[in-house]
T-cell receptor, first 113, second 115 residues
Framework: LAKTTQPVSMDSYEGQEVNITCSHN???????ITWYQQFPSQGPRFIIQ???TKVTNEVASLFIPADRKSSTLSLPRVSLSDTAVYYC??????????????FGTGTRLTVIP | DAGITQSPRYKITETGRQVTLMCHQT?????MFWYRQDLGHGLRLIYY???????DKGEVPDGYVVSRSKTENFPLTLESATRSQTSVYFC??????????????FGPGTRLTVL
């Protein structure tokens, strides 16, 4: 069961790059790594997903080392609007049951002016 | 409007009463989910459904009942509400159960208070 470990909270100044690392030592061969973002009083929103190496989209980059036991979400030049909770999930979906997908408590990112 | 909606957005009820939270999605997604979110616990899966008439338990199913007679609706019922069920409830849907392309789309949430 590939549960994840993330820092509880992080602070960053506006304009800086933020890297949030997630540990998932028990990741399985078929597992993907997915990150969600949640603003206060809203449901989570999908940010990015990857399997290995690097994935980049208009919002973020996801770096996954060769052993896949961790991953790093990178947010370039954060703004105040990036203040949110970020969740790292590891799993192969729910074809074999939803118990392999856990949101956990996430990382609370606070962007400071 | 297209998307995923939840109703009511806010609900106050009393201990022992039955409460039903509604979830409706317009994408015809196969998968639907119910989560609860509490301080210190993050998001926890209550029940999920792979298709109409197919449901299964998540991490914290006790005290909850679900049904899915139509693809677009996935109601969650608290048969006898308890104070410990005071929480924010999120419904979500997903097109696929595959490892990739399993992005979940979340509703706006229902804030339930049980007195």
């Amino acid at each position: 069961l590939a549960k994840t470990t993330q820092p509880v909270s992080m602070d960053s100044y506006e304009g800086q790059e933020v890297n949030i690392t997630c540990s998932h030592n028990n990741i399985a061969t078929n597992d993907y790594i997915t990150w969600y973002q949640q603003f206060p009083s809203q449901g989570p929103r999908f940010i990015i997903q990857g399997y290995k190496t690097k994935v980049t989209n208009e919002v973020a980059s996801l770096f996954i080392p060769a052993d896949r036991k961790s991953s790093t979400l990178s947010l370039p030049r954060v703004s105040l609007s990036d203040t949110a909770v970020y969740y790292c999930l590891v799993g192969d979906g729910w074809r074999t049951g939803a118990n392999n997908l856990f949101f956990g408590t996430g990382t609370r990112l606070t962007v400071i002016p | 409007d297209a998307g995923i909606t939840q109703s009511p957005r806010y609900k106050i009820t009393e201990t022992g009463r039955q409460v039903t939270l509604m979830c409706h999605q317009t994408w015809s997604h196969s998968y639907m989910f119910w989560y609860r979110q509490d301080l210190g616990h993050g998001l926890r899966l209550i029940y999920y459904s792979a298709a109409a008439d197919i449901t299964d338990k998540g991490e914290v199913p006790d005290g909850y009942v679900v049904s899915r007679s139509k693809t677009e609706n996935f109601p969650l019922t608290l048969e006898s509400a308890t104070r410990s069920q005071t929480s924010v409830y999120f419904c979500a849907s997903s097109e696929s159960g595959q490892g990739a392309l399993n992005e979940q789309f979340f509703g706006p949430g229902t804030r339930l208070t049980v007195l």
